[in-house]
């Protein structure tokens, strides 16, 4: 019993048991401390304000404008490849809704297979205004403004030229011939088979005539008249392409009135609605003033003076500008 008094086992336990739950408690403070301390050194940079964030690399794609004109959305996300730096030819994709790829191919002039495969069926004729109006310079590229505020870019005339290339370029796929272009001022002359090379000789001698005077019935008249004899020695057995006109004008042309009579004359004639198609294209910013407002409204015109068919389509500027000159032809056929 001694040795229980000795060390007074029963009077200390409650000290002892105090101290071990302080010391736990002080372990357990210092163990967290270190925790965090070494969660402090594994952070990774980036969750550290005071730390730069890495700059994480990735090989990617470079994505590069079309040049403009050629395609009217050239930032669209979808497969793009131009083929040819004058647009000759864009090889464009996109995603059907089952998923499947669709590949439209465009041809000059931002024509597509199915438009061509429209125009071959029509015998173009194209009909070229080179009266000295053709001169103005109120066509892109733009390169700066008038003290009128109007825009300076290049003439009607080498616009026309310039949209003339891929159209001939076209036609020559067709049949392999080429196109068929008259021009005109106070008389006419025609010029058949025109091929792409030929296009650049053809513009530079019939560059526009200072003569007063811009007669487009003659021409008019004498394109219609040459359809209408070809289709009646073929016969209705062997029916001939139906007649395609596309007139390329500023609007300043003479005696409107003779225009309308040809045409009606011409809807007499017609044995179907197909048969001919009239395209005015107005080509110029300031085209068709007012003194010549007739021809923005030659097909009004004409439906109320009891044409048979509807046959003229009218193309302003901005429009034309737009589309170009071969895709707003073939769009303008029926």
Partial sequence: MKMNEKFKIPVEMPRLRSRLVQSAALIALLLANASAANCQRLKRPADDPAQPRPVLKIQTAELHPVPKGKIKDPFDLRLRKTVADDGSSVLESGTSNNNVPNLTVRLEGGVTQTELEKLSKYDLKLLLDRSFSMTGLDCPPFSGFRPSGRRVGISRWDWCKEQTKPLATLTGRIRNKGLTITTFYNTFKTFENVTLGQ????????????????????????????????????????????????????????????????????????????????????????????????????????????????????????????????????????
């Fill in 199 to 334: 296009v650049e000789r053809l513009y530079a001698e019939q560059a526009p005539n200072q003569e007063v005077g811009t007669v487009l019935n003659l021409a008019l008249r004498d394109a219609l008249d040459s359809y209408f004899a070809r289709r009646d020695a073929a016969g209705r057995q062997n029916p001939v392409d139906p007649l395609a006109i596309a007139i390329i004008t500023d609007g300043r042309v003479h005696r409107t009135s003779d225009i309308e009579d040809t045409l009606l004359n011409a809807t007499k004639r017609m044995r179907r609605p197909d048969e001919v198609r009239v395209t005015l294209l107005f080509v110029g910013e300031n085209s068709a003033p007012k003194k010549s407002r007739g021809m923005l409204y030659l097909d009004e015109t004409l439906r109320r003076n009891g044409a048979r068919y509807d046959i003229v389509k009218i193309v302003p500027f901005p429009v034309l500008e737009r589309m170009g000159l071969s895709k707003s032809l073939i769009q303008a056929l029926p």
